[in-house]
């Protein structure tokens, strides 16, 4: 896996307002880590709930973008780590552009 990609995840059992089940998910860790032996990755959920796009730090990307067949909005505030394993099946690689919008979320989410 590489930073950018969308992949299906199995995220298990989860607290409540936690992703859950097989959702996909967008690697943010870097590739250093990525190819380590740790492991973990850093991943952000995706969900097909459009309304929650309207949320701060929360960005849209239509299905043509992110390769999933419905539209989908990548939720920012429930970035975490996630194992490597988990990962299930890779779907597309989001564009260097895409990738600046999720990283401008990131750092005003996180306050960096």
Do not use: C, H
Not at 1 to 15: H, K, P, S, V, Y
Not at 88 to 112: C, Q
Request: charged fraction near 20%; hydrophobic fraction near 45%.
């Amino acid at each position: 896996m590489t930073r950018g990609e969308i992949w299906w995840i199995d995220f298990g059992l989860a607290f409540p307002g936690m992703p859950q089940g097989r959702r996909p998910g967008l690697v943010v860790q870097n590739d250093n880590f990525n190819a380590s032996n740790i492991l973990t990755t850093v991943v952000i959920p995706l969900t097909t709930n459009t309304l929650l796009a309207e949320y701060k730090d929360n960005i849209f990307l239509s299905a043509k973008i992110s390769g999933l067949s419905k539209d989908s909005v990548v939720m920012t505030p429930q970035v975490g780590a996630v194992p490597k394993a988990s990962l299930t099946e890779k779907v597309s690689k989001l564009s260097p552009s895409m990738m600046k919008e999720v990283e401008k979320a990131l750092i005003d989410f996180l306050k960096l």
